[in-house]
């Protein structure tokens, strides 16, 4: 069954557009406490935010309707996704919330929840929820003696900072790197260049001041050239480039070059493979990874299990079958040791951990395998379903046939903007392209007659 309201990632799209208005936010308040309304127990909710000028919109809203439900809400103010998550488990709260749009710009916002345990809601509750949407929302309200109270939290920068330091090997410190990180003017903007600096690092920082519209305005892991320049112009040992709520993490090397989630992984998975502590004997990641990433940990011993994009499947798949390491290209990184979603500057820690016990030039230490071309174009779209098309379907099941094994294709709608994704990967680059925009120019036309 097809949902109403939820993607991959939660519930996004435009601020004050459904479904990201304050009525629906205030709904889904209402909608989620009632759902983990159990038992006589005070409930509580604890909510984060992103540096969004909506959040304080969305915010309001969903207090409202917590509230509303008979919850008690705790505001912790803009602080990374993974904080939000470990901080749902820390305060023993029924439900946490984060409010953003990840990588997207400031126009967007979202709303992401993760259950009492930290990890994020299943399909099946996310279907209970919509019921409930669509149902008539004051038939669930609590009595006027059972409303909640709302506070803000003091500390929990601090508690994340202190959660963040005790993922690196107690013997090792960052003393006598130079580290300069980007924070997309998001969520992490004040905790992680403290808990690099306290690690002993020098740190240069850019994107950290937010003004409520230039998150991930050409900076942060989407735009990660701004980082590059910077790393080049203090001659920097490393980059981190985070998102606007900072659940991943790209790497730029003293070069300038940027490494991206598929090599962050292997070498990861390595490291903790020599020290023992690999579980599932390799790495869950999506069918958007490289293929050069599969090759890589084939030829080691290892295997590489993909699930379909979003992290939350390959958090199902990874809780499912053992696996303490996962994510996807776009460095949105998994380490089940650590948490519960996925977190850039744990990630980052890990690469930083590796490069200190290497003692080699992160350019060295990250390229662990020669990718394979691949390439990906979007297709915009309005409305109707294009990958429904005949000419469409005819179109891809040709492409399949011309790689035939040697390469791969993966056509998806996006989960988080009216996109349809076309990704080839194959060892000869010339016809990946060709193949690549014969299909977006099949499905333009498909776009352009609906």
């Given amino acids: 069954m097809s949902k109403r309201y939820f993607g991959t990632d939660g519930i996004r799209g435009q601020s004050n557009m459904a479904p990201m208005t304050p009525d629906i936010a205030m709904k889904v308040g209402i909608a989620v406490g009632n759902l983990f309304r159990r038992g006589e127990h005070r409930h509580r909710v604890v909510i984060g935010k992103d540096t969004r000028l909506s959040g304080y919109m969305i915010e309001n809203a969903l207090v409202a309707g917590f509230t509303a439900a008979g919850l008690d809400v705790f505001l912790l103010g803009p602080i990374p996704t993974p904080a939000v998550a470990m901080l749902t488990r820390s305060l023993r709260a029924d439900i946490g919330v984060m409010i953003s749009a990840s990588h997207n710009p400031f126009q967007d916002n979202g709303i992401k929840l993760f259950g009492p345990d930290g990890y994020k809601l299943s399909d099946e509750l996310e279907h209970q929820i919509e019921a409930l949407l669509d149902d008539d929302i004051s038939t669930h309200l609590a009595s006027s003696s059972q409303m909640g109270r709302a506070k803000r939290v003091d500390g ?7 959660f963040a330091k005790r993922t690196m090997p107690r013997s090792l410190t960052l003393s006598g790197m130079r580290v300069a990180i980007d924070c997309a003017n998001g ?12 690690l002993g690092a020098e740190v240069v ?11 991930n305005l050409n900076c942060g892991s989407t735009h990660p050239v701004a980082l590059a320049r910077k790393v080049h112009e203090v001659r920097a040992d490393i980059g981190i480039a985070l998102d606007g709520d900072a659940d991943r993490v790209l790497i730029v090397d003293e070069t300038g070059a940027i490494v991206d989630g598929d090599q962050l992984m292997a070498l990861i998975a390595e490291s903790w493979a020599s020290d023992g ?8 990641a999506t069918v958007m990874s490289n293929l050069g990433l599969e090759r890589y940990l084939d030829a080691r011993g290892m295997q590489l299990v993909r699930t379909k994009v979003g992290d939350r499947y390959v958090v199902e798949h990874m809780r499912s079958h053992d696996f303490n390491l996962g994510g996807e290209q776009s460095g949105h990184i998994v380490m089940s040791d650590f948490a519960t979603t996925g977190d850039g500057l744990v990630a980052a820690l890990q690469v930083l951990a590796c490069v200190k016990r290497m003692d080699r030039p992160v350019s060295e230490v990250c390229a662990r395998f020669e990718p394979v071309p691949q390439l990906l174009k979007n297709v915009r779209f309005s409305s109707g379903r294009p990958l429904e098309d005949k000419h469409v379907i005819e179109a891809i099941a040709e492409a399949e046939k011309a790689l035939a094994g040697r390469g791969r294709l993966v056509i998806r709608p996006s989960g ?13 680059p010339s016809q990946i392209e060709s193949i690549v925009d014969g ?12």
């Fill in 156 to 162: 929990v920068h601090d508690r994340y900072i202190e």
């Fill in 277 to 284: 502590l690999l579980r599932g004997n390799g790495l869950v």
């Fill in 416 to 428: 988080t903007e009216p996109l349809i994704r076309v990704m080839a990967e194959g060892d000869d």
């Fill in 439 to 450: 299909l977006v120019g099949v499905i333009s036309g498909v776009r352009s007659a609906a």
């Fill in 205 to 215: 920082t850019i994107g950290d001041e937010p003004n409520g519209t230039n998150i």
């Fill in 187 to 198: 969520a992490a903007y004040k905790v992680a260049p403290a808990a690099l600096w306290e």
